[in-house]
């Protein structure tokens, strides 16, 4: 990078060709030799989770999201999070990492800057995320469902 903080990054999740196509270029453009910045395309859930646990953070870029499950997989996970300040994120994520605006490389980079050059911060972003990861789970989702229902069908009947 320009500013001498040494990062791979690493891209995962599917795209539309006409997307691929730009993204490809753009990763040529910046990194001619494919050396730090690798596209993985659609991926094995598994394989993603043993990225997680190697990696030194997660950064959850996207504009327009119903719902972060990706980016509960990486709180799960224990890593400290750069997450994009729209949609539901902040809903989920509170104040267990630090934002930016996705549509905004400058304040992408001020985020990503902010959490590389502090550890204690990343350590306690990692910490807090967890933390909060931790009070998502598939058996409450399902209780919580089948409680509404239940509420709800008794109404109408």
Avoid at 42 to 69: N, P, R
Avoid at 108 to 125: C, G, H, K, Q, V
Wanted: with cysteine.
């Amino acid at each position: 990078m320009s500013n001498g903080i040494l990062v791979t990054l690493d891209i995962y999740g599917s795209s539309n060709p006409s997307n691929k196509v730009k993204l490809k270029k753009v990763i040529k453009a910046c990194d001619d030799s494919g050396s730090f910045i690798k596209y993985h395309g659609l991926t094995d859930h598994m394989y993603i989770h043993k990225q997680y646990i190697g990696s030194d953070m997660a950064v959850f870029a996207l504009s327009c999201e119903t719902f972060g499950q990706i980016l509960i997989e990486a709180m799960a996970a224990g890593l400290p999070v750069a997450c994009s300040n729209l949609s539901a994120m902040p809903e989920i994520l509170k104040d267990g990492g630090v934002y930016f605006n996705p549509l905004d490389p400058d304040s992408i980079s001020i985020a990503l800057e902010n959490l590389i050059e502090s550890p204690e911060l990343r350590f306690t972003y990692a910490q807090k995320s967890y933390e909060l990861a931790s009070k998502y789970s598939w058996e409450r989702c399902a209780d919580e469902t089948f409680s509404f229902l239940q509420r709800h069908s008794t109404k109408q009947a």
